[in-house]
């Protein structure tokens, strides 16, 4: 007995995408081209597609088409790094960058001097509606969109002579070490908070991601604290499911510093490190 029309479909594009004939990334046929290609029903295209959806070998962009997904080789990072450090790309970012000859990118830094906004107010400590300093940069891995990130400073920090806060350019030596060198505030600890959530319109357009949601968002917010137990820095990093995953550390970090990702069990589902 022959196979439904949608399904003969599915598996004609599965065999095509899998023989490398449609590569990822690769943008299908339009509904209307393809009902041509197999002479079929406007409703066995759509039903091919919703099984090769469902599969994980298509995803749908909203206002663009469907498009053969790309596998990524996922980012892993290293949560529990030194906390004096200025964030989780730690060793092992350095790692993945330099010994796996990973390309790893950004986006111009981008500044803007807003209110703080409740959440973010008791986050740092501060008023609702007192200034600070946002420093906005979008980072790809190999050039596929990896995370968005976005650092809040008080304003005082630029006010007591840390002005390059205020400038959109990296800071080579990491804003850490900058702050401590000029207004003498030294990070001693953080507290990452870590959520999931579904992905805006922005986020989604950014990442690619199928218009059906299914890959969540991991919403990290990075908290430092100075010696005196005060709050010095929000970092907030948004990254899909699909192409960051996580490893918390405990004890020596000697122990962990030549082995990273490489000793995994799992080697060759963990490879990287954000």
Same mark, same amino acid.
């Given at each position: 007995?022959?196979?439904?029309?949608?399904?003969?479909?599915?598996?004609?594009?599965?065999?095509?995408i899998e023989s490398g004939e449609l590569q990822p990334g690769q943008q299908l046929q339009t509904e209307l081209e393809l009902r041509e290609r197999y002479g079929a029903s406007r409703n066995s295209v759509r039903d091919a597609i919703k099984l090769l959806i469902t599969r994980g070998l298509?995803?749908? #962009?909203? =206002?663009?088409?469907?498009?053969?997904?790309?596998?990524?080789?996922?980012?892993?990072?290293? %949560?529990?790094?030194?906390?004096?450090?200025? =964030?989780?790309?730690?060793?092992?970012?350095?790692?993945?960058?330099?010994?796996?000859?990973?390309?790893? !990118?950004?986006?111009?830094?981008?500044? +803007?001097?807003?209110?703080?906004?409740?959440?973010?107010?008791?986050? %740092?400590?501060?008023?609702?509606?007192?200034?600070?300093?946002? #420093?906005? +940069?979008?980072?790809?891995?190999?050039?596929?969109?990896?995370?968005?990130?976005?650092?809040?400073?008080?304003?005082?920090?630029?006010?007591?002579?840390? +002005?390059?806060?205020?400038?959109?350019?990296?800071?080579?030596?990491?804003?850490?070490?900058?702050?401590?060198?000029?207004? =003498?505030?030294?990070?001693?600890?953080?507290?990452?908070?870590?959520?999931?959530?579904?992905?805006?319109?922005?986020? $989604?357009?950014? *990442?690619? %991601?199928?218009?059906?949601?299914?890959?969540?968002?991991? +919403?990290?917010?990075? !908290?430092? *604290?100075?010696?005196? =137990?005060?709050?010095?820095? %929000?970092?907030?990093?948004?990254?899909?499911?699909?192409?960051?995953?996580?490893?918390?550390? *405990?004890?020596?970090?000697?122990?962990?510093?030549?082995?990273?990702?490489?000793? $995994?069990?799992?080697?060759?589902?963990?490879?990287?490190?954000?």
């Amino acid at each position: 007995m022959a196979s439904p029309m949608y399904r003969q479909i599915a598996e004609d594009l599965r065999e095509r995408i899998e023989s490398g004939e449609l590569q990822p990334g690769q943008q299908l046929q339009t509904e209307l081209e393809l009902r041509e290609r197999y002479g079929a029903s406007r409703n066995s295209v759509r039903d091919a597609i919703k099984l090769l959806i469902t599969r994980g070998l298509v995803q749908t #962009r909203p =206002g663009q088409g469907t498009f053969v997904v790309q596998k990524i080789d996922p980012f892993v990072t290293i %949560l529990s790094g030194e906390p004096t450090a200025g =964030g989780p790309e730690g060793a092992a970012y350095q790692w993945e960058s330099s010994e796996r000859k990973r390309e790893v !990118t950004s986006s111009p830094i981008q500044v +803007e001097i807003q209110e703080a906004s409740r959440e973010i107010a008791s986050q %740092l400590g501060m008023a609702e509606g007192t200034e600070v300093i946002s #420093r906005h +940069e979008r980072r790809f891995i190999d050039g596929t969109p990896w995370s968005m990130q976005t650092s809040l400073y008080p304003m005082e920090f630029a006010d007591r002579g840390a +002005e390059r806060l205020r400038r959109p350019e990296y800071i080579e030596e990491g804003t850490v070490m900058y702050l401590r060198a000029t207004i =003498g505030v030294r990070q001693v600890a953080c507290r990452d908070w870590i959520t999931v959530r579904a992905p805006n319109s922005t986020e $989604a357009d950014f *990442f690619k %991601l199928p218009s059906d949601g299914r890959i969540p968002m991991y +919403e990290i917010f990075r !908290t430092a *604290f100075d010696g005196n =137990g005060q709050s010095m820095r %929000l970092t907030i990093t948004v990254c899909p499911a699909d192409r960051n995953q996580f490893i918390v550390e *405990f004890g020596e970090a000697s122990v962990f510093s030549d082995r990273r990702v490489r000793a $995994a069990p799992w080697e060759g589902r963990l490879h990287s490190d954000a």
